[in-house]
């Protein structure tokens, strides 16, 4: 995808304290792209110099070639929604929504006929004439919402819009924030914190560690082959155990402390494996194990000291030899007869990613 | 009013109260509630309620039954031009502190923490200072042979000294002066509580400076503003000292009027129906105000 988006080494300084250093990004047009990363670690800075409501330190910000820093916030043509409410109180819904084009000094016609559209947009037609108050806080995103997209803006940035909402009215929210992507092609750069949300949102994803970004990638890769140990940790549960890569066109590993997967001849201690909690089976060490010796490569043993039962899945939690603990995740009819304190063998279930 | 956890605690307590004394006296009090607000209803009664009525009740009955006072009050000329002189007044004072008393209150709390305090210490140190004291002082700024005309004519603006006081224009200026912080407060609370976030999203809405002054800052002040205003124009409505000393005999407003007739004309009665007509008013700006901006109806939305 060619840039349309160009984040060129951005750095934003509070006093001492940097918020954001050196960050790169080229985003495509409609491409909805999140910033992903745990509280204070820059995301909202980022997506506030590009709206233009801070002004970068150093570096430039470039929309279609052009540099947007000379704009102001007003001028740039993009849409904000914030993570609280800031719909304006004493006017309602419909002229909420309608403030931008008004702004814009569009004509009444043209008024309308978007504003009717952007009602049945975030289905909210009922409500046009309802002042923000009376509207509960799912209802006021989804008008910040049509309001940031009402003049067509050639990109909608938000800020943890959902993060005050409960779990159920997300899920319904993110769908919707999903379906307006996909019919208005509008970019959207979203900041969230909560990595389930930007795994079901995006295109790409950002993963933001102490103002920088760690790693900029499809939701796929960011899980599957994480840049670093902090993007493997944030995103999906990491079971890290240290490995020597055996060759490059093969990665099978040795592990750490005896922990072997049982291929010979491999120098352990170099470097570290990644395993998902669901890249294993569990097998009791006393029922066919026979069948899993040296000859068989890719088991782990280890002692259970924890089952956890979450419903869908249950949660095993096995100490190797080594010491190191690995967590793993099951369906429940498979594990009925395990208890703690068994000896199980864990069946590697595709070679571990190596962190570079 | 007995209840299940009631009748559990109750056995656990010892000594000999076997029903349980505490959800009894809980049940007692529960019910009691109007019996407990006794007292304070007395109290009104007694320091507000009795008053009015005595107030009401002498303006009608002196000196002899009847509404006679009230059409004296309302017919007579001299009377009438005191009535319209307080409500001028009271108006005029009330803009002008609307409209000096706004900026000050956005300049403070637009200021940073040092000048907010500095401009708010300020108008305390004005306001704790005796009001006999700062309307003399005004009296002496604004005379003819004072400091503001003789400070205009040597910088040759004027030949001629304006007349400053003893009129209405000295009454508004003490008085603007004086309630100014009435309108401060309340306006720069209202401001406060504004979300910065709301005049930042309506930036990016595409709304400048002056758009978002206009149409988002301004109207969520309207009530801070309201709440100032009324209370600044109640305030003049029965002010007394600032229009006796900086005013003069064509600018007599109502409390003047009605010491003049309780003291030197001993007209009870009388004094007591100007009273009542201040009181009616004041009731009647609080209702107006309650009517137009109840916090309550606009808090259920709609229109
Ligand atoms: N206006 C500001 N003044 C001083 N420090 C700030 C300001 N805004 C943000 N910061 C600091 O910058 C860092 C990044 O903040 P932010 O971008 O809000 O993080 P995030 O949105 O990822 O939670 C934080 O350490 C925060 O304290
Ligand atoms: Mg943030």
Known sequence: MTAWLSIDALSKSFGQSIAVRDVSLEIGRGEFVTFLGPSGSGKSTLLYMIAGLETPSTGDIRLAGDSLLPVAPNLRNIGMVFQRYTLIPHLTVAENIAFPMKMRKWDRQRQKRRLEEMLALVRLEEFADRRPNALSGGQQQRVALARALAYEPEMLLMDEPLAALDQSLKLDLQREIRRIHDSTGATILYVTHDQEEAMRLSDRIAVFHNGTVEQFATPGEIYQKPGSAFVAGFVGHSNLLPAEMFDEAHPAVALAGGDSTGTPGLQPGKGAALFRPEDFTVLRSDTGTAALTAAQTGTITGTITDIVFLGPVVEILVRLASGARILVRQAPDLTADLRPGDQVSLRILRQPWILP | ?303
């Open chain 2, 1 to 303: 009013m007995q209840t299940g956890p009631d009748k559990t605690r109750s056995v656990q307590l010892p000594g000999p109260a076997p029903r349980g004394w505490r959800a009894a006296l809980r049940a007692r009090l529960e019910g009691a509630t109007a019996t407990l607000a006794i007292p304070a209803l007395l109290l009104v009664l007694f320091f507000f309620l009795l008053p009015v009525a005595l107030l009401l009740a002498r303006s009608i009955l002196e000196p002899e039954a009847g509404l006679g006072n009230y059409a004296e009050l309302l017919q007579s000329g001299a009377y009438r031009t005191v009535l319209l002189n307080t409500f001028t007044i009271a108006s005029v004072v009330t803009v002008v502190t609307v409209l000096i008393g706004f900026p000050v209150a956005w300049l403070i709390a637009v200021s940073n923490r040092f000048w907010g305090m500095a401009l708010l210490g300020l108008i305390f140190i004005s306001m704790w200072t005796s009001l006999l004291t700062r309307s003399f002082a005004w009296l002496i700024l604004l005379q003819s042979n004072g400091v503001i005309n003789r400070m205009l004519k040597g910088l040759g603006l004027i030949s001629e000294p304006l007349s400053l006081v003893n009129n209405m224009t000295g009454v508004v200026i003490g008085m603007t002066y004086i309630l100014l912080p009435f309108v401060i407060f309340p306006l720069l609370s209202t401001m406060r509580a504004i979300e910065p976030g709301l005049l930042r999203a309506a930036a990016l809405c595409g709304a400048n400076r002056w758009q978002c002054f206009l149409h988002v800052f301004l109207p969520a002040c309207v009530p801070g503003i309201a709440a100032g205003a009324l209370m600044v124009f109640v305030m003049s409505l029965g002010y007394f000292i600032t229009p006796v000393m900086l005013g003069g005999s064509s600018t007599m407003m109502l409390a003047e009027l009605i010491v003049h007739l309780v003291q030197s004309l001993l007209r009870w009665g009388l004094g007591a129906a100007a009273a009542f007509i201040l009181f009616a008013i004041t009731l009647a700006a609080y209702a107006l105000q309650l009517r137009l901006f109840d916090p309550l109806r606009s808090a259920k939305g709609g229109r």
